[in-house]
């Protein structure tokens, strides 16, 4: 099994804290990793708005959260009803980073999301779902591209 399908991308995120009793997306069997990219003038505090709280619980409606914490909310919600997440987080990257659709040596603003799953299998299911289709399109608000892939942790002692 290859370690890598790529060129590695090393950059550094600033990621909250989870809350004692919240599951680990590091620690789930499958986790999905998003780069989300956006101009350098994306209100990071806009997009993030309210994820903490939209992490910890899943009260209904979206109302006038951050596209993050709409992700979340309905992520929650999704995992909720099928047991099959466990666990998101997500950060701004600390460094500028490329993208092609920003333009030739244009540098902007990386977002990256973490959340775990109990298998692939878990998570293709969970995207066809009714929940994930209202919040899909409007995920991406402002984003200039996205990139997703699946790593699966080992932790070694």
């Given at each position: 099994?290859?370690?890598?399908?790529?060129?590695?991308?090393?950059?550094?995120?600033?990621?909250?804290?989870?809350?004692?009793?919240?599951?680990?997306?590091?620690?789930?069997?499958?986790?999905?990793?998003?780069?989300?990219?956006?101009p350098a003038e994306q209100d990071e505090k806009a997009w993030t708005k309210d994820s903490w709280v939209a992490s910890q619980s899943v009260a209904e409606g979206l109302g006038?959260?951050?596209?993050?914490?709409?992700?979340?909310?309905?992520?929650?919600?999704?995992?909720?009803?099928?047991?099959?997440?466990?666990?998101?987080?997500?950060?701004?990257?600390?460094?500028?980073?490329?993208?092609?659709?920003?333009?030739?040596?244009?540098?902007?603003?990386?977002?990256?999301?973490?959340?775990?799953?109990?298998?692939?299998?878990?998570?293709?299911?969970?995207?066809?779902?009714?929940?994930?289709?209202?919040?899909?399109?409007?995920?991406?608000?402002?984003?200039?591209?996205?990139?997703?892939?699946?790593?699966?942790?080992?932790?070694?002692?």
């Open positions: 099994m290859p370690i890598l399908t790529g060129p590695p991308a090393v950059f550094h995120a600033s990621l909250p804290p989870l809350k004692a009793d919240a599951a680990d997306p590091f620690k789930a069997p499958v986790t999905e990793c998003l780069r989300v990219y956006f006038t959260m951050g596209m993050f914490s709409r992700f979340l909310r309905v992520r929650h919600m999704v995992g909720a009803n099928a047991v099959v997440s466990t666990g998101s987080n997500g950060g701004w990257s600390i460094e500028g980073h490329a993208h092609e659709n920003l333009g030739e040596g244009v540098e902007g603003k990386l977002f990256a999301a973490f959340g775990g799953w109990v298998s692939l299998q878990a998570h293709g299911e969970a995207v066809k779902t009714e929940d994930f289709g209202k919040i899909k399109e409007k995920l991406g608000a402002g984003a200039v591209g996205v990139r997703v892939f699946h790593v699966m942790f080992e932790e070694y002692k």
